[in-house]
């Protein structure tokens, strides 16, 4: 197979789960909204936002590092102590951050929720949600890098089946009301880091470098404000609204947004097939600042096509 049918291939099979991550949450939506209320969705909205910020503190941006420096360690020693070193230091920043999370949890759900304390629970386990996601994310970018489109996509989707399957069943079934939505997700999301750890220890035994861990932050670190900066303007809206209205008035501004979220759902499909094209031509190629454009100029027109439609 050319390369070049390898990406148009490799395109298909990414926009599966992004398909499937983007048309679930819709088409459940009428059942969860007749058993969770407005408040409880602008709750969660908030607590996710929390969530989403914090974790992005533990993660100093290492995702950025780590991709970029995967291609400058290729065999499998170097490899392995590139994931693993990376991985230890946002699990015990994790770690860390919820420790504070869970004592602090009273006082962080008054400042974010307009003055209300009934809802201070769904902190914490947004938190280990997100930081399960986190951690997993590591190691769905190992497979994208090695264009290994399938075990992405086949991890990712099954994810997202199984945490609408278990979310259905906690909130519908058990009615567990909010915490359930978060459950399903955060017990789907340990399921799949459990597996990818497994399949990917025997690939890669595990092994510590520090010296690497270092370079990714010197490269990781710098974009940490950027990141910052992406939290606030998506998510600071929803703070604003559940100061200025009420949560209920939160949760239906949230309930719009995941259709709206289809289209950079898309676009981050095809950034998954480029982004890896575009590492291995900075390092391969003595002519890349020429090549990357006109590589790219394609997945641009195909991103905001959809945009459009």
């Known amino acids: 197979m050319t390369d070049h049918r390898k990406q148009v291939q490799n395109g298909i099979i990414y926009l599966l789960p992004s398909l499937v991550s983007g048309l679930l949450p819709v088409l459940t939506l009428p059942i969860f909204t007749r058993i969770l209320t407005k408040e409880d969705y602008g709750a969660l909205a908030l607590a996710n936002m929390y969530a989403v910020f914090m974790t992005g503190i533990a993660n100093f941006g290492l995702i950025f590092g780590y991709e970029r420096n995967f291609f400058e360690n290729k065999d499998q020693k170097s490899a392995a102590g590139l994931l693993y070193s990376t991985l ?8 860390l951050l919820g420790l504070l999370t869970a004592v602090f949890q009273v006082p962080i759900a008054k400042f974010l929720m307009g003055g209300s304390t009934v809802y201070a629970y769904l902190l914490i386990w947004a938190f280990v949600s997100c930081s399960i996601v986190n951690i997993k994310n590591y190691y769905l970018v190992y497979f994208k890098n090695k264009e290994d489109a399938k075990s992405f996509t086949w991890y990712s989707v099954d994810e997202i089946l199984l945490g609408v399957v278990l979310s259905l ?11 359930g939505l978060i459950a399903g997700q955060l017990v789907a999301g340990l399921i799949i880091l459990l597996i990818l750890y497994v399949r990917l220890t025997r690939i890669l035994p595990i092994e510590f470098n520090v010296s690497l861990l270092k370079s990714s932050l010197k490269i990781s670190v710098p974009l940490t404000p950027r990141f910052f900066l992406s939290v606030v303007g998506n998510q600071f809206d929803k703070y604003l609204l559940g100061l200025l209205s009420s949560l209920g008035g939160v949760g239906v501004y949230s309930l719009g947004q995941k259709i709206g979220q289809m289209v950079f759902i898309y676009m981050t499909a095809i950034q998954n097939v480029f982004n890896p094209q575009v590492y291995k031509r900075m390092f391969d190629q003595r ?14 027109y195909v991103s905001v096509l959809i945009g459009l439609c």
Not at 88 to 95: C, D, N, R, T, Y
Not at 169 to 175: K, N
């Open 88 to 95: 230890l230091f946002v699990l015990g920043m994790s770690f």
């Open 169 to 179: 069943w906690f909130v519908a079934g058990l009615r567990l009301g909010a915490i």
């Open 287 to 300: 002519d890349a600042q020429k090549t990357i454009g006109t590589y790219l100029t394609p997945f641009a």
